[in-house]
C-alpha cells in the first residue's frame, strides 16, 4: 500500500473520531426551534418555495393540498395534478424554506420525520447559501434525501471543488439505514473547519476543510438558509408511478443548537 494512501486513511479516520467525540462532549444550546403548532406555519420563518426549471423544484406549487400543520406537524405531499387545470405540470409538490428570513451558521440543525414511499419520490432537507451565492460556488448541503422507499438515506455536500472540479478526495457523501416507516432524525453540525453528518445519533462522515491549490473546497463557513420539500422524478429518482400518489412526509420539529 502506498505511504499516501495509508496516511490518507489514517487521516479519515481520525477526523472521523475526533467528529464523533466533540459531537459527544460539546454542550449545546437550543437557540432556535419549530414545533409546528397551530394550523398554519408561521410566515416570518417560512415561504412556499416557488416553482422553478430545475429537476427538484419543476412541480413545486403553492396549492393549499401540498401542505398541512396537523397535532403539531407539518405535512408536505406529492400529488397528481387533477385540480389545477390551468397548470400544465403533471404532479404537484410542496416545500417550504427560510430564505431570506432565517439563517444558520456554526451550529448544530436536527430534523425528525418520517418519509413515505412512492415511485419517483424525493423528499429532501438542505441547506443553500443565505446570501444567494451562486450554485455551486457557495456550497450545498444536503442533510437527508432518499429515493423512492428506500431504506436508506443519502448525506452530500456540494461545491465548485466536488461538483466543478470532480474532485472526490476528502469524500464528499454517505449513506445510512433508516427506519422506512417512522420517524428518523437527521443531523448536520456546521464548523469553521468541517461539516459532520448524522442520522439517528449515527455518525455518518465529517467533510473536513483542507490544504489545497484548489479553488471552492470548503465554502461552508457562512449562513445557510434550510429547505424542507417534496419532490417527485428527476434524473437521479427516475420516473414517477402516478398510482403510488398521493405521497407525504411528516416532519416533527426542526431544532438549531449553538455550541
Known amino acids: 500500500m502506498k505511504k499516501w494512501l495509508i496516511v490518507s486513511i489514517l487521516s479519515g479516520m481520525a477526523v472521523s473520531c475526533i467528529a464523533q467525540s466533540v459531537s459527544q462532549t460539546v454542550k449545546r444550546q437550543l437557540v432556535w426551534e419549530e414545533n409546528f403548532d397551530g394550523h398554519t406555519f408561521n410566515t416570518s420563518r417560512w415561504s412556499k418555495i416557488p416553482r422553478g426549471g430545475s429537476d427538484w423544484d419543476r412541480h413545486m ?6 401542505y398541512q400543520i396537523t397535532g403539531g406537524q407539518l405535512i408536505l405531499r406529492g400529488l397528481r395534478n387533477e385540480y389545477l387545470p390551468e397548470d400544465v405540470a403533471p404532479y404537484l409538490t410542496g416545500g417550504v424554506y427560510t430564505k431570506d428570513k432565517v439563517s444558520f451558521e456554526r451550529g448544530r440543525i436536527e430534523i425528525r420525520a418520517k ?3 412512492a415511485q419517483g419520490a ?14 455551486p460556488s457557495g456550497g450545498e448541503i444536503d442533510i437527508m434525501e432518499r429515493l423512492n422507499g428506500d431504506d436508506i438515506a443519502y448525506q452530500t455536500i456540494h461545491s465548485d471543488y466536488t461538483h466543478g472540479l470532480q ?6 457523501s454517505a449513506t445510512e439505514k433508516i427506519d422506512p416507516d417512522d420517524y428518523n432524525v437527521y443531523a448536520v453540525e456546521l464548523y469553521a473547519d468541517s461539516l459532520s453528518f448524522f442520522i439517528n445519533g449515527i455518525h455518518t ?3 473536513p476543510r483542507i490544504e489545497t491549490d484548489k479553488k471552492g473546497q470548503f465554502p461552508f463557513d457562512r449562513g445557510y438558509y ?13 420516473e414517477v408511478n402516478s398510482a403510488d400518489l398521493p405521497v407525504e412526509m411528516w416532519i416533527d420539529w426542526v431544532r438549531f443548537y449553538k455550541n
Open 167 to 172: 474532485i472526490k478526495d476528502p469524500p464528499q
Open 61 to 66: 406549487s403553492d396549492f393549499d393540498s401540498c
Open 122 to 135: 424525493w423528499p429532501a432537507f438542505w441547506l443553500l447559501p443565505f446570501d444567494n451565492s451562486s450554485w
Open 115 to 117: 418519509l413515505g414511499k
Open 226 to 238: 434550510l429547505l424542507l420539500d417534496m419532490q417527485l422524478g428527476g434524473s437521479w429518482v427516475g
Open 205 to 207: 462522515f465529517t467533510y
